[in-house]
């Protein structure tokens, strides 16, 4: 098969043709296109996601992950990390079991098109209790080989990132033991100082997940400041930031200074989506169905129902891209690394995904120069 139009590459933007054929792209031709504008992108990466579509992937059935999966397919995100929140063990146990044949059956092509699911985000339950945010304070606790071992077999070899708060007891080994798996380690939910950060990071925790959101900032103890988790995140050189680039967990003049103080090669965006992305704006639920929090969305976000602070993020790929094209500025081929190619690289997988390149899997999104898409391509296979 073949699609024409502006293919953007990792590092320019050019006009031609690409081919892609049995789910790989087979190559590229540079040359005039006079059809109507059109961008030829990779497929989002979306290493952060709870859920989408009216799903969360902890609701509790297979079908569940799968619908979520769908939702976030046609907003252009062609792999995610489906990602937890502080639980039961029963109910992580649950949700294990229900990924696994999830898993499976994506392996086998027996499910309908959707995001491809390589690994899990773990999203707790190691969290300072101080930064729980929306996190279950009744399951919170600290990390204990015990506990994370058991987790981690009954994952099954799945768990691709865990994201913990680097402060607590146990925490270091914590992350050691991690890294010893291949698996992305990220600070989350955080009261951290600066000086544990860095222990951290020379440990191998290399990512903050969702930048400035439950996160410590500069304090003052006896009068002097000591410095929190986000501005580790700008000295310490090979961090890497997670956004939430729907423009209003990050408002857009915290984001211009983001891109201005940090290397745009250590940036990653994520959606970090609850069951209402995709959906129309009304009443929905933060978390599992059956004990998560109400909650209501408006104006492009999900509050409390008191409307006294956010829920949770119902961004979605292409809102995403749009807000960093649209309202940052940033070329269509810096929004592809950003979305794309980075957390492809972070989870090991850009060898096969993030970038549009002769063999890599044909995850293409074609939209237009405001980011409406036009369709997607998950393996090759269109999904709308």
Sequence with gaps: MELKGKIVLKDRIISGTLAFENGRITGIKEHPCPEPECFIMPGFVDLHTHGSGGFDFMDGAASDITGAAQSLAKHGT????????????????AFFENFKQI??????????????????????????????????PRYIRNPEPEHYNRMLEAAGGLVGRWSVAPELPGAMRF????????????????????????????????????????MSTITRRGGFRILGAVES???????NVELICDGLHLPPDLL??????????????????????????????????????????????????????????????DRLARTLHCIMGLGLDEVSRILCLQPAALAGLDGEIGSIEAGKRADLVVCDGNIGIKQVYVDGNAVL
């Design 233 to 239: 995140g700008y000295l310490i050189d090979g961090m």
């Design 103 to 136: 898993h499976r059956e994506q392996a086998q092509n027996r499910l309908p098109l959707c995001a491809k699911m390589p690994a899990l985000h773990l999203e707790g339950p190691y969290f300072d209790m101080e930064m729980k945010g929306a996190q279950n």
């Design 256 to 317: 211009r200074m983001i891109f201005k103080l940090k290397d745009h090669g250590r940036i990653t965006a994520c959606s970090d989506s609850m069951r209402g992305a995709g959906m129309p704006e009304g009443p929905s639920v933060l978390g599992p169905k059956n004990n998560g929090m109400p909650c209501i969305i408006e104006g492009g976000i999900a509050k409390l129902t008191d409307r006294s602070c956010f829920a949770g993020s119902v961004a979605t790929g």
């Design 175 to 214: 992350i050691d033991d991690m890294v010893a798996h291949g698996i992305l380690v990220s600070a989350a939910h955080t009261a951290a100082t600066y000086d544990v950060v860095s222990e951290a990071y020379d440990h191998g925790l290399n990512m903050l997940t969702h930048f400035y959101s439950g």
């Design 78 to 93: 062609t792999t995610c990390f489906p990602t937890t929140l502080t639980s039961s063990d029963d109910e992580m146990m």
